[in-house]
Structure formats: C-alpha cells, structure tokens
C-alpha cells in the first residue's frame, strides 16, 4: 500500500509540483537569510518528529542534503550547480511545509510524500552528493 502512495506522490510532484517549489526555493537560495531560517527550521522539524529515530531512512535523506546546504550557505562548499542547490531547497522547504501533497497529521501517510520528495531529489543530484561526501571525507582526514 505504501508503494502505491509513494508512487502517486512522485507522479504528482514531477507533474504539478516541481515547478512550484523550485520558483520558491530559488527566493531562499538568494537570501542568505532565508537560508538560515530554512535550516533552522528543518532542524526543529526534526528535532520535534524524529527525536528518537536516528537510523530513519528519511531522517538520513534530510541531514544528507541539509549539511549540503549548510556548507553552501555558508560559503565552505560552493562546488555544486546553482541548480542542485535549487533543488535541495525546494526539497527541505517540502518537508518543513506542513501542507503537501499528503498533510503530515494522516498518521501513517503524512511523512510518506516527504520521504519520497528527498528521494526523488537525492536521485536527481547523485552525483552532486557523492562529490560533496568525498569532499566531506577527505576534509576530516586533513583534521
């Protein structure tokens, strides 16, 4: 039953949505601000729903493109497309945003659209993520 909503979600989001969410991250992505607000609040997001879930696939799936973010906010990685950067925004505003295809208050169904959404992102700019996490790793071995 599952595979069938996260199949209609995707379905929806690259049909209706994208577009969408894209136009708005693209005002987060040229307001430094605006970034900084959107970490803070997937880091509350998180902190409120998942305390407790440390190995959730969709809690990975956030942290992996939050810290990417974060060190392109911040200026300390900056070797990703503008339009990766777009996407990773759109992604993490669709998981703070509480109405979505799915709302977050069907239990059960809620988080399934924010789950497949960041899957279908991190799909789309893999390559992208693999380069941030080899640059990732060989940052801690200079330490």
């Given amino acids: 039953m599952k595979e069938y909503y996260k199949d209609k979600v995707e379905e929806e989001f690259k049909k209706n949505q994208i577009e969408y969410w894209k136009e708005k991250a693209s005002e987060y992505v040229k307001n430094p ?6 970490l803070y609040d997937v880091e509350k997001k ?3 729903k998942y ?17 990417l973010f974060r060190d392109w906010v ?4 900056k070797n990703v497309p503008i ?5 990773i925004a759109a ?7 509480p109405v979505d295809i799915m709302p977050d208050w069907l ?6 659209d924010d789950a497949t959404v960041l899957s279908l992102i991190l799909k789309q700019i893999g390559n992208d993520i693999k380069k941030y996490n080899n640059w990732k790793k060989s940052k801690k071995v200079q330490k």
Avoid: A, C
């Fill in 33 to 38: 601000s605006k970034s900084y607000k959107l």
């Fill in 46 to 48: 998180m902190h409120e």
């Fill in 51 to 67: 305390p407790n879930d440390p190995i959730s696939k969709l809690k990975r799936n956030v942290k992996q493109l939050s810290n």
């Fill in 74 to 77: 911040t200026g300390e990685y």
């Fill in 83 to 87: 339009n990766s950067i777009i996407m």
């Fill in 91 to 97: 992604g993490l505003l669709y998981f703070v945003v």
């Fill in 107 to 112: 239990v059960g169904l809620g988080f399934i």
